[in-house]
């Protein structure tokens, strides 16, 4: 059964530790996070991007395959399911279908409005008991065709949102989507530190987790980040071992072109990148 992200949070930034929202793209990518969070005993948020959603044939078969795999995988850790990014149309969207956790991302609205829409669907998950994350200050890099230079949110704003009754909330510090550029200036701690002391007992929620540096992702965890978003580093892995799959023509022995069998590397390389991740976060053993 797929849970809020609420209390699992709650327990994360009280035991200053992460949990790891791990991105999933199709039947492969979700069924080696379920595991690896089994394994390694671990709360687990699977997100789902508005552009991976129409990808996998809508949000109702995704909450169909992650219901289903959790049953017959014997899945007992606390696993949510997220939308990434939603738009307001796309929030109410995940609701409907059956999503447990949805994130609201009005932060290329004014502000005046990004808090209108964010109050409206606060009320909405309250009542239905899911939880919902709100962003401040536009994360960089692209998402699904929205592009943001890593802005660096005003701890000001950022209070007002989670003033509203939002589960978490992801403010810019400077983190982008994607690879990190050579010049990239690294996080802005000061910041992060400012948006604490503001915000309290809320779980803050850092985007573009692959690239940044263990220790940034330790010092930010310390600060009140309970909630790390990854999904670059495991398409990266996913590939890399399905590339050395092909060029060592193990597709062309006997019956390596079996789907199984040829996307059996990625899906392993998706299970080892999640695990890492798991133990950097400290969520290991925390189910």
Same mark, same amino acid.
């Given at each position: 059964?797929?849970? *809020?992200?609420?209390?699992?949070?709650?327990?994360?930034?009280?035991?200053?530790?992460?949990? +790891?929202?791990?991105?999933?793209?199709?039947?492969?990518?979700? /069924?080696?996070?379920?595991?690896?969070?089994?394994?390694? *005993?671990?709360?687990?948020?699977?997100?789902?991007?508005?552009?991976?959603?129409?990808?996998?044939?809508?949000?109702?078969?995704?909450?169909?395959?992650?219901?289903?795999?959790?049953?017959? &995988?014997?899945?007992?850790? =606390?696993?949510?399911?997220?939308?990434?990014?939603?738009?307001?149309?796309?929030? @109410? %969207?995940?609701?409907?279908?059956?999503?447990?956790?949805?994130?609201?991302?009005?932060?290329?609205?004014?502000?005046?409005?990004?808090?209108?829409?964010?109050?409206? &669907?606060?009320?909405?998950?309250?009542?239905?008991? &899911?939880?919902?994350?709100?962003?401040?200050?536009?994360?960089?890099?692209?998402?699904?065709?929205?592009? +943001?230079?890593?802005?660096?949110?005003? =701890? /000001?704003?950022?209070? !007002?949102?989670?003033?509203?009754?939002?589960?978490?909330?992801?403010?810019?510090?400077?983190?982008?989507?994607?690879?990190? =550029?050579?010049?990239?200036?690294?996080?802005?701690?000061?910041? $992060?530190?400012?948006?604490?002391?503001?915000?309290?007992? !809320? =779980?803050?929620?850092?985007?573009?987790?692959?690239?940044?540096?263990?220790?940034?992702? $330790?010092?930010?965890? *310390?600060?009140?980040?309970? /909630?790390?978003?990854?999904?670059?580093?495991?398409?990266?892995?996913?590939?890399?071992?399905?590339?050395?799959?092909?060029?060592?023509? /193990?597709?062309?022995?006997?019956?390596?072109?079996?789907?199984?069998?040829?996307?059996?590397?990625?899906?392993? %390389?998706?299970? %080892?990148?999640?695990?890492? @991740?798991?133990?950097?976060?400290? *969520?290991?053993?925390?189910?």
């Amino acid at each position: 059964m797929i849970v *809020s992200a609420k209390e699992m949070l709650t327990k994360a930034k009280a035991g200053k530790y992460a949990v +790891g929202q791990f991105n999933i793209n199709n039947l492969e990518w979700t /069924k080696a996070i379920l595991l690896t969070a089994q394994e390694e *005993s671990s709360p687990v948020i699977l997100g789902v991007s508005e552009g991976a959603g129409k990808y996998m044939c809508g949000y109702s078969t995704i909450v169909g395959m992650v219901e289903g795999m959790i049953k017959n &995988l014997n899945i007992t850790v =606390p696993v949510a399911l997220h939308l990434d990014h939603g738009s307001y149309e796309g929030a @109410k %969207a995940c609701i409907e279908a059956g999503f447990s956790s949805i994130m609201f991302d009005g932060s290329h609205y004014p502000i005046e409005e990004n808090v209108e829409k964010t109050k409206e &669907l606060v009320a909405l998950t309250n009542k239905l008991g &899911l939880s919902i994350e709100a962003e401040v200050g536009s994360i960089g890099g692209e998402e699904d065709g929205v592009i +943001g230079a890593g802005e660096v949110a005003d =701890p /000001k704003e950022c209070k !007002m949102i989670a003033d509203l009754g939002v589960t978490m909330l992801a403010a810019g510090i400077g983190n982008i989507h994607g690879k990190y =550029p050579e010049n990239w200036a690294g996080l802005s701690f000061d910041t $992060l530190a400012a948006i604490q002391e503001l915000t309290g007992e !809320m =779980p803050l929620v850092l985007h573009g987790g692959t690239g940044i540096p263990e220790d940034m992702i $330790l010092k930010a965890i *310390s600060l009140g980040v309970s /909630k790390i978003n990854v999904n670059t580093e495991c398409q990266l892995a996913f590939a890399a071992a399905t590339r050395t799959y092909i060029e060592a023509g /193990k597709d062309l022995e006997g019956k390596g072109f079996d789907p199984r069998k040829l996307l059996a590397p990625g899906f392993e %390389a998706i299970k %080892a990148t999640v695990k890492e @991740k798991m133990t950097l976060f400290g *969520s290991v053993g925390k189910a």
